[in-house]
């Protein structure tokens, strides 16, 4: 996914209001643009630190602006931008880039199903049944460290993802959770039983029902977003 128009370039002065971020551009001009990122952003921004954002010339927007990549405190690179994940991963399921969900021929998304009313984000058809698939998207990482975690906070609905899934692993349905790690310099995830125990705990019961836990990477420029690597996911 190549970035079009191309990203403008600033600086962050701070996040709040969970949506809001206030920048200065490289040309001094001082904005406040949308943060579409409902999480902590835990180790996923510095203030003075670089970021790349979009803008908008949609005169019934009332920001200029949305903010996409974020300069982390480890200098790596990482898509704040949560919409994104979706897109990139449906890019990639339509190029085959992931192997183990290739060969569908219907891809729908937004589907509802499950015990406790949700909605999956897609839903691949393939001869012989359909695989849920639930993506989420990963951005915290560490100092010194190739490996990413998730949540950055807690997350009673991911929770909620991951007991839906399993549900439907019992009832002999393939279900997928899938991370699309947005964060570049990574080689592995796992979950982040120090910020949220109980999420942890309900990944290992839904990988122990028989969810398929799978993780790719994706390679974060300027100029353009990919998924382009399979992730190793930890448990231990």
């Not at 643009?33 to 670089?50: A, D, F, K, R, Y």
């Not at 039983?193 to 300027?222: N, S």
Request: with cysteine; aromatic share 8%; hydrophobic share 40%.
């Amino acid at each position: 996914m190549r970035f079009n128009p191309p990203l403008e370039e600033g600086r962050l002065i701070r996040r709040y209001k969970r949506f809001l971020t206030d920048i200065e551009t490289v040309s001094g001009e001082l904005l406040t643009i949308h943060c579409p990122n409902t999480g902590s952003m835990l180790n996923c921004m510095v203030e003075g630190g670089q970021v790349w954002f979009s803008r908008s010339n949609d005169p019934k927007r009332k920001l200029p602006g949305t903010w996409e990549i974020a300069e982390t405190p480890q200098g790596r690179l990482a898509c704040v931008n949560t919409a994104r994940a979706n897109q990139l991963i449906e890019e990639a399921l339509r190029a085959g880039v992931i192997s183990e969900l290739n060969g569908f021929t219907a891809l729908k998304r937004e589907v509802p199903y499950g015990q406790e009313n949700s909605r999956i984000d897609f839903r691949l058809d393939y001869a012989d049944g359909a695989a849920y698939v639930e993506v989420k998207s990963v951005t915290l990482g560490f100092d010194g460290s190739a490996v990413a975690a998730f949540p950055d906070a807690v997350t009673q609905r991911g929770a909620k993802h991951l007991r839906e899934l399993a549900h439907l692993a019992r009832d002999g349905v393939r279900a997928v959770q899938l991370y699309c790690v947005n964060l570049s310099g990574i080689e592995a995830v796992r979950p982040a039983v120090e910020i949220d125990p109980a999420y942890a705990a309900a990944l290992r019961e839904a990988k122990a029902a028989g969810v398929e836990v799978l993780a790719y990477g994706v390679r974060v420029t300027p100029e353009e977003v990919r998924v382009d690597r399979r992730l190793e996911v930890l448990f231990d």
